[in-house]
């Protein structure tokens, strides 16, 4: 496999506290300039100390990296794998710092992040272009993979092994973070709405993957862990909130499949594992969540493949991306106004 020109990997993601002493600080990182409110910035403190002040985040991607430290192994590339978090330790800077001290000078960049939205990408392109002040290295973004065949198989995957048992009534529940409407509206460019439509076109490519008999089953995608002001709208309908509509309707059994994530983080294991789950349990609905992809190796396996295209694209040659639907690949490099940051322009990398 030919990497040229890039002589590194880093990968960039969200980052979680390690320790109870490391929740508000986290926290504070998270939100600093974000008019969270008060309470709820309480409220997300107590579903940390509920796990031991401890995010599973940064452990599930010790994971990944090392797996795929392992399929760079296996396919005779010799690339180091770096690691920077927006808002814990390993922080960006101090990975960029290391990797040009170690004389990288062209890098890919993996976010871990699979759609469009400020949150998932401009936010990280800003992250990374501070991060790069006065250092002297060039970076190249990973694609997004909402339509990745290598993101989407995990789930098909596991959604199969959860339907496999389930009643007739069964209703496929997609899920994903909440962002504000307007953050939706800018996500992909002005009035596009690339989020929200980037989730339902996965939704759609998981449901064709399952067997079938299940491929008619009614599916919704609905949202997760809100935040800011309520007076602010965001994408609706909230999980819990669904689940009530469904059990007034009669039906008796959700498959969750949390395709905004990708890994069993505190969104995962707090907002549905133990939040979502306790409402379904109040109302008498069977309750299945199905794993996210982890370091399934379809996906540890995308991601090299995904710097394979992007290398062969900086070296001028014309890869053909692998996507599945009929959505398109995520471009390699954003629009100018892609996902924009409605509290004011910064610089961003891409
Ligand atoms: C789109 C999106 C993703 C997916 C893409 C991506 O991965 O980036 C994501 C991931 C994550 N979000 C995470 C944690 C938090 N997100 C918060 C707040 C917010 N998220 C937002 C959006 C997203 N978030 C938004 C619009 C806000 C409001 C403030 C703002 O405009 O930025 C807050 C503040 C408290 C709260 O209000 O919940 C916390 C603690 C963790 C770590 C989990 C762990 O520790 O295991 C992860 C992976
Ligand atoms: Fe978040």
Request: aromatic share 8%; with cysteine.
């Amino acid at each position: 496999m030919d990497v040229r020109p890039f002589d590194a990997l880093l990968y960039v993601s969200f980052g979680g506290p390690e320790k109870p002493d490391d929740v508000v600080p986290f926290l504070e990182n998270v939100t600093v300039g974000k008019g969270i409110p008060r309470e709820r910035l309480e409220e997300v403190g107590e579903h940390y100390f509920l796990f031991g002040g401890r995010s599973p985040i940064n452990d599930l991607n010790r994971q990944v990296i090392a797996a795929l430290e392992g399929e760079l192994a296996s396919r005779d590339v010799d690339l180091p794998v770096y690691w920077g978090n927006r808002n814990w330790d390993p922080y960006l800077r101090d990975a960029l710092e290391q990797m040009v001290a170690d004389g990288v000078r062209h890098a890919a960049y993996f976010l871990t992040s699979a759609y469009s939205s400020y949150s998932g990408c401009r936010q990280y392109r800003e992250n990374l272009a501070d991060a790069t002040e006065g250092l002297d290295i060039e970076l190249s973004r990973l694609r997004l993979p909402f339509n990745h065949p290598g993101f989407v198989a995990p789930f098909v995957e596991h959604t199969r092994a959860a339907l496999a048992d389930a009643p007739d009534d069964t209703h496929v529940v997609f899920v994903t973070h909440s962002i504000p409407d307007a953050m939706n509206d800018a996500s992909g460019g002005p009035g596009v709405g690339a989020y929200r439509d980037q989730h339902l076109e996965t939704a759609r490519l998981v449901m064709a993957g399952l067997e079938p008999r299940h491929q008619g089953l009614p599916w919704e995608l609905v949202y997760c862990s809100r935040s800011g002001s309520p007076r602010t709208p965001w994408l609706e309908p909230d999980v819990n909130d669904h689940l009530e509509k469904l059990a007034a309707d009669g039906v008796t059994s959700v498959v969750v499949v949390p395709i905004g994530f990708v890994s069993d983080h505190m969104e995962v294991v707090y907002d549905l594992d133990t939040e979502a789950k306790a409402t379904a349990e109040e109302l008498g609905l069977r309750f299945v969540r199905v794993p996210t992809p982890g370091s399934h190796p379809a996906f540890v396996a995308m991601i090299t493949d995904l710097l394979q295209e992007r290398a062969a694209a900086d070296r001028g040659e014309d890869p053909t991306p692998a996507t599945i639907g009929s959505c398109g690949a995520n471009p390699w490099v954003c629009v100018p106004n892609c996902c924009a940051n409605l509290r004011g322009d910064r610089p961003a990398h891409a």
